[in-house]
Nanobody, 123 residues
């Protein structure tokens, strides 16, 4: 079973940038598999941020043009480059993985999750 570990979360000021990483270990899901980033604030449901699958990438409207998801297939690692951060981007960010060719930003679609990394953006 795959284990996912996020890193890179921090406190930054609005307009700043962060790069989140997700390292994997153990047995990955059956190939091909999708990897995605989600985020969650206390009291709200988990929100899809970006996903990468066999067709390419998809982004939530709220982060398009600011965030970039990328994947290192050789290392089974995932990254999220976040630019022009705003206070509304403050959340716990989670890495997720699921076997499949095409995946979407629905948290219920994903079996494997990391523990999260906190991103705080101050104005």
């Amino acid at each position: 079973q795959v284990q996912l570990v996020e890193s890179g979360g921090a406190s930054v000021q609005a307009g700043g940038s962060l790069r989140l990483s997700c390292a994997t270990s153990g047995s990955p899901p059956a190939s091909p598999y999708c990897m995605a980033w989600f985020r969650q604030v206390p009291g709200k449901g988990r929100e899809g941020v970006a996903v990468i699958d066999t067709s390419g990438t998809k982004y939530a409207d709220s982060v398009k043009g600011r965030f970039t998801i990328s994947r290192d297939n050789a290392k089974n690692a995932l990254a999220l480059q976040m630019n022009s951060l705003a206070p509304e981007d403050t959340a716990m960010y989670y890495c997720a993985a699921e076997a499949g060719w095409y995946c979407y930003l629905r948290p219920t679609d994903y079996t494997y999750w990391g523990q999260g990394t906190q991103v705080t953006v101050s104005s």
